[in-house]
């Protein structure tokens, strides 16, 4: 039941990661480090080895793009 539930919130991260401009890849990163909240987690219905990864990268994507709106001077709206 869990894992379907974190199927259905993450549905459309793959193809906002991959398509959007910046605003909209930041507001979708965003969203799926959401899924690894204090009190709900997807780690709760996920193993580490797929959570893990997921996380890392999501962290790592959020920084390159904060350091891209600092370089560049654009704001997310």
Known sequence: ??????????????DRLRDD???GLRAAAL???AA???KDSIRDALPSDLTEP????I???LREINREI????RGTG
Do not use: I
């Not at 600092?70 to 001077?73: A, I, K, L, T």
């Open 31 to 33: 969203r799926a480090r």
């Open 21 to 23: 401009e910046l605003p």
């Open 70 to 73: 600092n370089r560049s001077g």
């Open 54 to 57: 997921f996380l890392d990268a």
């Open 36 to 38: 690894f909240g204090p």
């Open 59 to 61: 962290d790592r994507l």
């Open 1 to 14: 039941m869990g894992a379907t539930r974190w199927a259905t919130y993450l549905e459309h991260t793959p």
